[in-house]
């Protein structure tokens, strides 16, 4: 982002963290939801700081660290020709973004359950709409069936990236006839949640519930 220019780059401020069910960060899980008109009316506040709003001063952003890499975000970061990085996309070609092995880092997770003597292992999926997502997926399954272990769907529920999905995820695994013994949740905030359930639950974790994480 700053490759020619001394640019002014931000991400999600914690003093913004209360929009982040309506902003950038969330927008994207409630897919159909949201339009660009919607996109300018939250997002307007990252761009057009005023000393009040910042507490560093007024600034103008030249940049922007995504996420995500929804199209009604990019496409408001695009009308407004602000330069953005995208963490994990799904189209990388086309934009500039960070990414790593998901899929391998996963198997890698999933071999260490395997080798703990697990063998139903729930996993929470995140939105669809983060590239990254799918990739953990994908190592899941791989695990499994390097593993030589059946794959169950109803060993499969889906998040949000959110706390309270996480929650929401374990107690439908949990509740299952035959629930797993270990859940791998697709982000660290889902995987807090998933604890939580199980305290809530009467549960040990790792005593009667391994729990992972992935962020």
Known sequence: LANTREYKIDAFPQEYRDLRPQALYTSPWAPGKWTLRDAVAHYQRFFNFTEAQDPVGSRSLGGFITLTDDDVV?????????????????????????????????????????????????????????????WRYKGYRDALRQAGIAYDPDLITQGEFSHESGINGANRLLDLPSPPTAIFAANDDMAAGVIRAACERGLVVPRDLSVCGFD
């Open 74 to 134: 990019l496409a408001y970061l695009n009308e407004h020709q602000v330069p953005y990085a995208c963490i994990a996309p799904r189209n990388p070609e086309s934009r500039i973004g960070v990414m790593m092995d998901e899929t391998a880092a996963v198997m890698a997770l999933m071999e260490g359950l395997i080798a703990l003597g697990h063998r139903r292992i729930g996993h929470i999926k995140g939105p669809p709409s983060h590239g990254a997502c799918e």
